[in-house]
């Protein structure tokens, strides 16, 4: 999704969460973007970040969206760099949910996407798929190029209204 993005011509700026780093490199993430992964809220350099990019991006984009991190936007915890930019952004956020198909269809779960989106969070819904888990079922992450495609006709709506 970073390649695409990038591709297509936007500045990404990649912030993620200790568990992000699990399933994907920050220096994989860093050399798509052309930009350094920023993870740490209290590294020497980025202490105010948080409230810079909140104001620096055009959108806010979540993906993948995991439950836990969807809990905490929920209930507005921040203990993390993401939540803190999440809570400081003054753009629109665009969340992708990507968990197991027992979570998403939990109901602790509808609830907290109802409150995204009662907060003004735009959800792409997750589709039907192999999952993390090597299960199949809803709950899989839209592919990027949907996402993508989805961040396009975002933009398109907001210059046609201009």
Not at 84 to 102: F, Q
Request: one cysteine or more.
């Amino acid at each position: 999704m970073v390649r695409l993005l990038v591709k297509q011509g936007a500045e990404v700026k990649v912030v993620m969460t200790a568990a992000a780093k699990d399933f994907v490199s920050p220096l994989v993430l860093s050399t798509l973007s052309k930009n350094e992964v920023l993870s740490d809220m209290f590294a020497e350099n980025t202490w105010a970040n948080h409230v810079q990019l909140g104001r620096w991006a055009d959108v806010m984009l979540i993906a993948p969206l995991s439950c836990n991190t969807l809990a905490k936007m929920a209930n507005g915890q921040c203990n993390n760099l993401l939540l803190s930019v999440y809570l400081s952004a003054t753009c629109p956020v665009i969340a992708a949910p990507a968990m197991d198909e027992d979570m998403w269809h939990h109901a602790t779960t509808a609830r907290n996407i109802a409150t995204l989106k009662n907060d003004g969070v735009a959800i792409i819904q997750p589709g039907n798929g192999e999952l993390a888990s090597g299960l199949f079922g809803d709950g899989r992450m839209e592919e990027p190029e949907y996402i993508v495609s989805a961040l396009q006709h975002f933009f398109q709506k907001i210059i046609a209204h201009y």
